[in-house]
């Protein structure tokens, strides 16, 4: 099993930024991607971006340019530094890890947005 402790969320106004973390403990050998989803309310949890254990990146278009996913391989954490925030940003964020095919979710933090 794997444990993932999000970190960094709350509220922030327009144009904005925050820092989110992620570390990982448990059973953390062998974990590959990892990343951050969001859910806003009303709406399908979508993919954010991933980060690969060799830092290949992906973005969600909506974040491209805005967001930055890194990753501490040392510490075992994740991080999703976001600026220029907008109330369309306003979610839970989840961390996901991928280790041996199996998905593992953060229990989530609350980012909002004002306008």
């Known amino acids: 099993q794997v444990q993932l402790v999000e970190s960094g969320g709350g509220l922030v106004q327009a144009g904005g930024s925050l820092r989110l973390s992620c570390a990982a403990s448990g059973n953390i050998a062998m974990i590959n991607t990892m990343g951050w989803s969001r859910e806003a309310p009303g709406k399908q949890r979508e993919l954010v971006a991933t980060?690969?254990?060799?830092?290949?990146?992906n973005y969600a278009d909506s974040v491209k340019g805005r967001v930055t996913i890194s990753r501490d391989n040392a510490k075992k954490t994740v991080y999703l530094q976001m600026d220029n925030l907008t109330p369309e940003d306003t979610a839970v964020y989840f961390c996901?890890?991928?280790?041996?095919?199996?998905?593992?979710w953060g229990q989530g933090t609350q980012v909002t947005v004002s306008s």
């Open positions: 996901r890890v991928y280790r041996c095919g199996v998905v593992y």
């Open positions: 980060i690969t254990r060799d830092e290949q990146t």
